[in-house]
């Protein structure tokens, strides 16, 4: 039986993630981009006080779901629990974001003219690839540019991580650790928190 669920323009944003990679590939500064859905989940969050960017907006969530359910890349079985655990989901991000601040680190010596300008990114933080043919100057200076190669190497690392995921286990296990996930879901547990003990001060004056 055919679904009748409707689909709306948000549905579609699988199709910003092929973008962003495609544009990056061939100039490194679009990768500047991917800034995006790392301060869009937080503002959400902060703001609503809800994961609503995660549940609807997330275009490389919805990737996974469209090549794995829609085109049969998922094993779509259950991942093992230590996926899903805290250890686990705040291990992954305290990772995470000790290589964002490593990225964030060498820009800052570009910019101080420590080092030069690294045309290459790198896979799984450890594997280095040649990327010049994706930059070749510009008027922005160097550490601009080295800001966007790190930042793609952390959006295509995860991103593969996911694929891989993906395939292994369920559609969208990815997202049971993704690190602004995990950020975005803290948040929200602060703010409800925050928001019953304002209540619970309110009842008793």
């Known amino acids: 039986m055919a679904s009748n669920k409707t689909k709306h323009w948000y549905d579609y944003l699988w199709i910003w993630t092929i973008i962003y990679f495609a544009l990056g590939f061939f100039n490194i500064l679009f990768a500047w981009l991917g800034m995006i859905d790392f301060i869009l989940p937080l503002i959400f969050a902060i703001a609503g006080g809800n994961k609503l960017f995660c549940n609807r907006f997330c275009g490389r ?8 359910k829609n085109c049969k890349c998922s094993r779509s ?10 250890w686990f989901r705040y ?9 964002f601040g490593t ?3 060498q820009t800052y010596l570009v910019f101080a003219g420590t ?5 290459a990114i790198k896979l799984f933080w450890t594997f280095k690839v040649t990327w010049k043919w994706a930059y070749d100057g510009s008027v922005f200076p160097d550490w601009v540019a080295q800001f966007g190669f790190g930042f793609y190497s952390l959006m295509l690392t995860s991103t593969l ?8 286990y369920k559609e969208r296990t990815w997202c049971s650790f993704c690190p ?12 409800a928190r925050k928001g019953v ?5 309110r009842r008793e004056s």
């Open 91 to 99: 291990g992954f991000l305290a990772f995470f974001m000790t290589m």
């Open 180 to 191: 602004m996930g995990t950020m975005t879901q803290g948040i929200c547990k602060i703010k």
């Open 161 to 168: 991580i996911g694929l891989i995921i993906m395939a292994l």
């Open 197 to 201: 003990e304002n209540h619970d001060v």
């Open 61 to 68: 969530g919805q990737l996974f779901w469209v090549l794995g």
């Open 115 to 119: 080092n030069t300008l690294r045309k």
């Open 103 to 105: 990225m964030v680190f």
């Open 77 to 86: 079985k259950p991942a093992p629990g230590w996926i899903s655990s805290k």
